[in-house]
């Protein structure tokens, strides 16, 4: 018997050893999937054996050079995992055409978004179709600045969201955001609120050494080409390392420029 045991053991081993397996995963988009699907080692027959969808063999027509894995024949559920292994032969490799078809798109819809005056920002949203990150934007120094990101739970349930945000002196801006394949975005409405954070003031330290600010704040310095040098938070900026030039100041929701 114990004999026996490490025959079969053997063969196993050698079956397994000439073939190999192609795992993707995704989310069901109501699209099926298609694969180019080259010819064996040596010109002989095609590169894929078997396929499987979520552990089950499909019955999908695979001795082409393309064939198309029929999704919609399995009545998956928009947005429902999926994993497809495609078993092939070692030495070659099917390509998957349209794998973008299998990630997660913003879907999601806001049925309610607000901030606090303590700068707590609220959603609720539903139809999340695959999990993205919700990030949040801070419209400042004239353009939306990202300031965080809260992962989405990806289902089409009602869910609850929170933020903390930092604001900066007077009027703050917000909105959220998720970003698909292809840079697809969808973005929420903003929502303002007014704060009670002091308007800081900046002085350049007689050395030129560091700039010092009144209060603690976001900042950003760019160089006279638009590369962003330096950014943090605080009340203190070092820039002795910074070669002598133009630069431009982004603080608080202040944008404005000094020399070096």
């Not at 590369?227 to 002598?244: A, C, E, M, P, R």
């Not at 030039?245 to 070096?260: A, H, I, M, P, R």
């Amino acid at each position: 018997m114990k004999r026996f045991l490490l025959v079969l053991s053997a063969l196993t081993t050698c079956f397994l050893a000439g073939a190999a397996t192609l795992v993707i995963e995704g989310k069901y988009q109501n699209k099926n999937v298609y694969v180019h699907n080259g010819f064996g080692v040596g010109g002989v027959g095609f590169c894929a054996k078997e396929i499987r969808v979520n552990g089950n063999i499909t019955t999908d027509e695979i001795n082409s050079s393309a064939f198309e894995i029929d999704l919609k024949a399995l009545h998956l559920k928009y947005g429902e995992n999926v994993t497809i292994e495609i078993s092939h032969h070692e030495g070659c490799t099917p390509k998957v055409l349209n794998m973008e078809d299998l990630k997660p798109k913003p879907t999601f819809e806001v049925l309610t978004i607000n901030i606090a005056p303590s700068g707590l920002l609220k959603w609720t949203s539903k139809n999340e179709m695959g999990a993205l990150p919700y990030v949040i934007e801070q419209f400042k120094w004239n353009k939306w600045v990202p300031v965080g990101i809260v992962d989405g739970l990806g289902t089409p349930d009602q869910h609850d969201y929170s933020f903390q945000v930092a604001m900066h002196s007077g009027e703050n801006k917000y909105r959220i955001k998720q970003k698909g394949l292809n840079a697809l975005t969808k973005m929420s409405k903003d929502v303002t609120v007014a704060s009670s954070v002091n308007k800081p003031t900046y002085a350049i330290s007689r050395n030129n050494s560091s700039i010092d600010f009144s209060e603690e704040t976001a900042f950003e310095i760019y160089d006279a080409y638009g590369v962003i040098v330096k950014k943090g938070f605080g009340k203190q900026l070092t820039i002795d390392n910074l070669g002598k030039g133009q630069y431009y100041l982004c603080y608080d929701n202040v944008l404005t420029e000094f020399k070096k």
